[in-house]
C-alpha cells in the first residue's frame, strides 16, 4: 500500500510518498506464552568474554568486583532480567574438564583453550564461579556438557556435583568445596555443534551417544527436572534435526538446539563498523533467514511431535564480522546500529514462533560476538544490541497476540526483504506490548495497527534509534546511541499511527 503525504514547508508544497505498514493485532486470541528463556546469554571461554572482561579475579585488581567479577557488570545483567546463561562453550564446552575447576584456586591445573587462540588458561573461573555468578545476577544456569572429550561419568558426576543434595561423593565434594546446598541446575546442554568442534559427528551417531549420556543425566534424580537439550542444527541441516527426532526418545530430550548466525561469509565477513549497504543488506538478509529455518526445523517437529512437547532451543545467534584488532581467536567487535536491527528482527521472529521456540541465546555476553557489553579495563559500555533487549524483556513470559502484517519491502539491488518486523504481548495485569523494527536502510515507514478484539486507550512508547547506522558506543562517547521516550504514536477508536524511523527499534506500551 502507498499513500501520498502532503507536507507545507516554508511556501513549499512537499509531496512524499511513504509505503504503509498495516498490521492487525488479535489481542483477544492471545494463549500462547513466549518463555523468557528465548532472552537467554551465553558466555563462553573465548577471547576476553571470561578472563579480562567479565572476571577480572579476586586479587590484585582495581576494578570494583564481587567473587572476581565486575560489579558494573553484574547490575547491568540484572538489570536486563536476564532469564539463563548458557556456559562454558561453545565449541569450548567439549573441550572442557569441570573437574580442573572446582577447589581451592591455587591448585587447579592450567589448560590450553585450542578453540580460542591456543591460550593457557588457569582454571580460576569454574563451577562456582558461573552458578554464584547466576544466583547474583537471578538467570538460570544452562550448563553445556562435554561429550565430544569428556566421558559418561564426567558428565553425570557434574549433574550429581552441582544437584544432589547429600550422601553422594560428588555432594560430598561440593560441599567440601564451600557450598552446602546444591544449585538445582534444570538447563543441561548434551554437547554442542556435535556435527563440527564438538566432535565431528554425523547424526546417526549423535543420536546413538546422546541416549547413552543422557542416561546416566538422570539416574538418582527426577528425570523432569532436568531439560536436556541436544546439539542440534547449523542453519538449514534439516537432516540433522530429522534424525535426532527420530531416534531419540522424546522423553530424553527436552529441547532440540539450532545455531544460525548473520554472517556476510565465513571466508570474508566484513567489518563490524564502516559497512557498505551492499554488507548491510546482505547482514539483514541472513537475519530474516532465521524465520526460514526455524520454519524448516519445525515442520519437521511437528511430524515426529505433533503436541510440541520438545522445545526448539536456538542457543547460538548473533551477528558475525571480522574480528577487531585483539586477534583472530578472540572475536572481539564492535556493535552498531546494524546489531540493534540484528536483534530486533530475531527477537520478534523468536516472539512469533514462541509455540515451538522455547529458548534462545545471543553469542554472546561480554566482548565476543553480538555482545551487550564491551569493556576495557576499568571502563564498561552498553552497546545498541543490550538496549534492544532491555526494551523487548516487557515479552518475557507474556502472552503472545497473533498479528496480521503487511509490510512495505526494503530493496537493494534487485532484492527484497520487508522491512518491517513486528511481535506483541499481553501481560498479566492486561497491558500490551508491541515491539516494531524498521530494517531500511534509508526509509521511513508509515505503521497502521488495528487493535482488534479489546478496546485500548492509553499508549507510550520508547525509541531506539541514531543519524547513522554505523552509530555505536565507545568507551569514550558510551551513551550515543541510547532508548528515548517515543511520543509519535497516537491511538484513535482503537487504531495506532506512527511513523517508524529508518533502521530503528520502537516498543510501545498499549493500556485501557
Ligand atoms: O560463539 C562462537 C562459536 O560459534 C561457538 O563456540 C560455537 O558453538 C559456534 O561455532
Redesign the pocket.
Known amino acids: 500500500m502507498k499513500k501520498t503525504l502532503i507536507l507545507l514547508v516554508l511556501g513549499c508544497t512537499i509531496f512524499t510518498t511513504y509505503a504503509q505498514t498495516s498490521i492487525t493485532l488479535n489481542t483477544d486470541l492471545a494463549k500462547t506464552k513466549i518463555n523468557k528463556h528465548i532472552y537467554g546469554h ?1 558466555a ?1 571461554h ?1 577471547g576476553r568474554c571470561i578472563y579480562g572482561g567479565m572476571y577480572v579475579g579476586d586479587g590484585n585488581t582495581k576494578i570494583p568486583n564481587t567473587a572476581g567479577v565486575r560489579n558494573d557488570v553484574i547490575q547491568a545483567l540484572k538489570d536486563l532480567k536476564v532469564p539463563n546463561l548458557r556456559w562454558p ?4 564446552a567439549d573441550a572442557y574438564q569441570w573437574k580442573d575447576g572446582i577447589g581451592p584456586k591455587a591448585n587447579r591445573p592450567k589448560m590450553v583453550n585450542v ?1 580460542w587462540g591456543g591460550v593457557t588458561e588457569d582454571n580460576s573461573f569454574g563451577t562456582h564461579d558461573f552458578l554464584d555468578l547466576c544466583e547474583r545476577i537471578g538467570a538460570e544456569p544452562y550448563l553445556a556438557g562435554n561429550v565430544g572429550s569428556g566421558t559418561v561419568k564426567d558428565l553425570s558426576d557434574w549433574v550429581t556435583y552441582v544437584n544432589h543434595p547429600g550422601g553422594s561423593p560428588m555432594a560430598d565434594l561440593r560441599k567440601q568445596n564451600g557450598r552446602e546446598k546444591p544449585w538445582n541446575v534444570k538447563l543441561w546442554g548434551v554437547g ?2 556435535a556435527w ?2 564438538g566432535g565431528n559427528m554425523t547424526a546417526e551417531y549423535y543420536a546413538n551417544i546422546y541416549r547413552q549420556y543422557a542416561t546416566f543425566m538422570t539416574g538418582w534424580t527426577n528425570e523432569s527436572q532436568l531439560f536436556r537439550i541436544a546439539s542440534g542444527a547449523s542453519d538449514g541441516d534439516y537432516a540433522w534435526t530429522e534424525t535426532l527426532m527420530k531416534n531419540i526418545p522424546h522423553n530424553m530430550m527436552a529441547g532440540v538446539a539450532l ?1 544460525h ?1 548473520s554472517v556476510l561469509s565465513w571466508e570474508d565477513k566484513g567489518p563490524s563498523v564502516n559497512f557498505t549497504e551492499a554488507q548491510y543488506f546482505k547482514t539483514m538478509d541472513e537475519a530474516w533467514k532465521m524465520d526460514e529455518f526455524i520454519k524448516g526445523h519445525c515442520t519437521i517437529m511437528d511430524k515426529y511431535d505433533p503436541k510440541k512437547k520438545v522445545a526448539l532451543i536456538v542457543d ?1 545467534w548473533g551477528g558475525w564480522y571480522e574480528t577487531d584488532k585483539e586477534g583472530k581467536g578472540a ?1 572481539y567487535q564492535q556493535n552498531t546500529m546494524r546489531d540493534a536491527m540484528i536483534a530486533g528482527l530475531t527477537l520478534n521472529i523468536f516472539n512469533n514462533h514462541a509455540e515451538r521456540v522455547r529458548g534462545a541465546n545471543l ?2 555476553i561480554v566482548n ?2 553480538q555482545s551487550v557489553i564491551l569493556t576495557n579495563e576499568e571502563k564498561m559500555l552498553l552497546t545498541p544490541t543490550y538496549h534492544v533487549m532491555k526494551m523487548y524483556n516487557v515479552h518475557q513470559d507474556a502472552t503472545l497476540v497473533p498479528i496480521n502484517i503487511e509490510s512495505p519491502t526494503y530493496e537493494y539491488s534487485g532484492k527484497k526483504l520487508n522491512a518491517v518486523s513486528v511481535s506483541a504481548s499481553k501481560n498479566a495485569a492486561g497491558v500490551l506490548s508491541i515491539s516494531l523494527t524498521n530494517i531500511d536502510y534509508s526509509k521511513p515507514h508509515e505503521v497502521t495497527i488495528n487493535l482488534r478484539g479489546e478496546d485500548f486507550t492509553k499508549v507510550s512508547g520508547q525509541i531506539l534509534s541514531s543519524g547513522k547506522i554505523n552509530d555505536h558506543n565507545t568507551f569514550d562517547q558510551p551513551n550515543k546511541v541510547a532508548i528515548k521516550d517515543f511520543l509519535g504514536a497516537k491511538l484513535e477508536k482503537g487504531v495506532l499511527k506512527l511513523m517508524i524511523p529508518a533502521y530503528s527499534v520502537v516498543v510501545l506500551k498499549v493500556s485501557k
Open positions: 551465553f563462553e573465548l562453550g561453545g565449541c569450548f578453540w554442542n555443534e563440527g568442534c545455531h548466525y547460538e572475536l553469542a554472546q565476543v560476538l
